[in-house]
């Protein structure tokens, strides 16, 4: 296995709380989910404020309204909570026609006796409870999935023009021809609690049912409120076999850093990963990054290949900070160096 792209530095990113972590894509959640937690919100409440800004974001193709759907082009949603103080966890999966996930996972975890509703059943909670249903596929989404219909196979009646460019952008980069957008964010709160977020509208063109980690408490978030929060963004299936951000927060609680403690579940998924899905080098051929908070305000993340990215928000700014990768970026194409 290659070397560590970058070693670790403890203490790098500390501070006392309120902070907030998140996925790239998590600027605008965590700058609202720390203003509510500023005026003194529970963590879990912030953290659903602030992704619901995501998943109500009908340009955003991998979250909530305007998700990329399954391949029947139908938009099936997970999501998950968990809540520090009380260890209390809530989840939806495969719902379907109601656009914030997270809020209906965050009712499954407060008024229910359940941590996980999945498909009818999620629906016809959500709507006891007064969400409204909607169709969830955009004429984008839409137009990106039926260019995926039309090109994925020449033997089939589905016959393929040229894509509109909303759909060029999405299908002329192979990293995107499937994708596993997903938004994750974590809490500290001023008083050391901790609680978390993931949502996403899953694989695209999934089977329809198919279920990832965002859902499953454990896999792609975790919160113990002795020690820190971890949550995920990239392939489920190597979350759900390897129990990952249960394993991030377990490897704080042994004394790693939260750099550390992603980078050794990333070198366990490599290690475990199935032959299928592995590169010329044997080295996994997914993406998959994870970040985590530990309890005294320590944060960090890590990504299977190059420099990745996520959101930090250290109370008084919101910022993209750098995390490394278990494997180098691949070489450029064109050969030249950056
Ligand atoms: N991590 C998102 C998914 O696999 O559905």
């Known amino acids: 296995m290659s070397q560590v792209a970058h070693s ?7 501070a006392a709380g309120p902070i907030l972590i998140a996925s790239a894509n998590g600027i605008k959640t965590c700058n609202r989910a720390m203003q509510l937690l500023k005026e003194g919100a529970d963590p879990v409440d912030a953290v659903v404020a602030g992704v619901n800004l995501v998943e109500d974001d009908p340009n955003d193709h991998s979250v909530g309204l305007g998700g990329l759907p399954n391949e ?27 656009r914030n996930a997270s809020s209906v996972a965050k009712l499954v975890m ?26 969830l596929l ?7 999935w039926l260019k995926w219909k039309e090109s994925h196979s020449d033997n089939d009646d589905w016959l393929h023009p040229e894509a509109d460019e909303e759909a060029r952008r999405y299908l002329h980069l ?21 609680g978390g977020v993931t949502t996403t509208s899953g694989l695209s063109y999934k089977i329809p049912g198919r279920v990832g980690d965002s859902p499953i408490i454990g896999a792609g978030l975790y919160v ?7 949550g995920s963004t990239g392939r489920g299936e190597e979350n759900l076999q390897n129990c990952s951000s249960f394993m991030v927060v377990e490897f704080m609680r042994n004394g790693m850093t939260p750099e550390q403690a992603c980078l050794a579940i990333l070198k366990r998924v490599a290690h475990k990963c199935e032959k299928r899905l592995r590169n010329d080098k044997g080295e996994p051929a997914f993406g998959l990054t994870f970040y985590a908070v530990r309890k005294d305000g320590l944060v960090g993340g890590a990504t299977m290949r190059g420099e990745g990215k996520m959101a930090y928000h ?12 278990l494997y180098p970026a691949p070489p450029r194409r064109d050969g030249k160096d950056d």
């Open 72 to 98: 029947d082009g139908v938009v099936e949603l997970d999501s998950c909570v968990m809540h520090g103080p009380t260890h209390q966890a809530g989840g939806v999966a495969a719902l379907r026609n109601v």
């Open 110 to 135: 407060r008024r229910t006796d359940h941590v996980l509703l999945v498909g009818e059943g999620a629906l016809r909670f959500a709507k006891a409870h007064g969400f409204k249903e909607q169709e």
């Open 224 to 230: 113990d409120n002795e020690v820190g929060a971890a």
């Open 314 to 325: 250290d109370g008084t700014e919101c910022r993209h900070i750098t995390i490394p990768g």
């Open 138 to 144: 955009t004429d984008g989404a839409r137009r990106i």
């Open 174 to 194: 192979p990293e995107l021809e499937f994708t596993y957008g997903t938004i994750n964010c974590c809490a500290l709160t001023a008083d050391g609690d901790l």
């Open 8 to 14: 670790p530095k403890p203490g790098q990113r500390r």
